[in-house]
């Protein structure tokens, strides 16, 4: 995609070359991440602006190789893209949406002078995650936002975060402590073929939160049987935890066996 911001532009190559010949300001990084913004954001979900619903958050932001950054994302109306400038020159850009499902995510981009921009997505919780980059990036809601089930909510969360399986039988164990009844009926029914659906919300948040991005003994363990993509890493999760509660039976520490029985299972093959 061209770059249609000259600063941002110059900033990216300002990266390439190792860095800029002196402390970018608070003004440039302000520009650059609007640019991004204005560059990558299009084609996220239009929202109607719901001023009674707001979205924010404080956390940490860790450059690759660099010092942790305190951050703060003042809190914003859903529909409605709000930038904060925080201290150290840095700015986040948050943009809380309504999808189609009617529950809120939140788009936010982060940045400081002289370090790349992380962009990811969260709930409306906020939570952590690390990119391919090795930037790392910790959000909680900002308190005033939450209600009592939010909170209740972002506690489960964290214990599930705090579960930390190092191989497939563990991380299904941690699905069966932390999900409720409801949530495992609702996936258990859910057809092979719409397993994909959950990739960007209960996918997103094993990626993020057991540290198949940032590297941990789960990602460990998938690596060493030859499975390399976060992406497919929780895939091979979630297609292990319906074959299993649709009574399958197989060597769960076998990536391959696992997503061979789950193509079989799409195909409208049941377990015997």
Not at 31 to 60: D, Y
Not at 72 to 97: E, K, L, M, N
Not at 185 to 191: D, E, G, H, R, V
């Amino acid at each position: 995609m061209a770059m249609r911001n000259p600063a941002m532009a110059a900033c990216m190559l300002a990266f390439a070359l190792g860095g800029t010949a002196r402390a970018e300001t608070a003004d440039a990084v302000a520009t650059r991440v609007r640019g991004w913004v204005e560059a990558q954001w299009s084609a996220l979900p239009k929202s109607k602006p719901e001023t009674e619903q707001r979205i924010g958050f404080t956390g940490r932001f860790t450059p690759r190789g660099g010092a942790e950054i305190k951050i703060r994302c003042d809190s914003g109306a859903v529909g409605v893209v709000t930038y904060t400038r925080f201290d150290g020159g840095g700015v986040c850009a948050v943009y809380p949406y309504r999808r189609p499902d009617n529950f809120i995510w939140t788009q936010v981009a982060v940045s400081a002078p002289d370090v790349p921009i992380v962009d990811s997505e969260f709930g409306k919780n906020g939570g952590g995650m690390t990119d391919r980059g090795g930037n790392s990036l910790w959000l909680d809601a900002n308190p005033e936002n939450e209600t009592p089930e939010d909170r209740a909510e972002a506690e489960k969360s964290r214990a599930m975060a705090a579960c930390a399986p190092a191989d497939m039988t563990q991380a299904m164990a941690c699905l069966d402590k932390h999900w409720s009844a409801d949530t495992k009926q609702s996936f258990a029914a859910l057809p092979a073929k719409q397993v994909i659906l959950t990739h960007m919300s209960v996918g997103m948040w094993i990626r993020n939160n057991w540290g198949l991005w940032r590297g941990g003994p789960l990602r460990e363990f998938f690596t060493a049987r030859q499975v390399t993509h976060p992406d497919s890493m929780s895939s091979v999760i979630l297609d292990a935890y319906w074959l299993r509660e649709h009574g399958c039976k197989l060597d769960w520490s076998d990536p391959t066996a696992v997503r061979a029985r789950f193509e079989r299972a799409e195909k409208g093959e049941g377990c015997s």
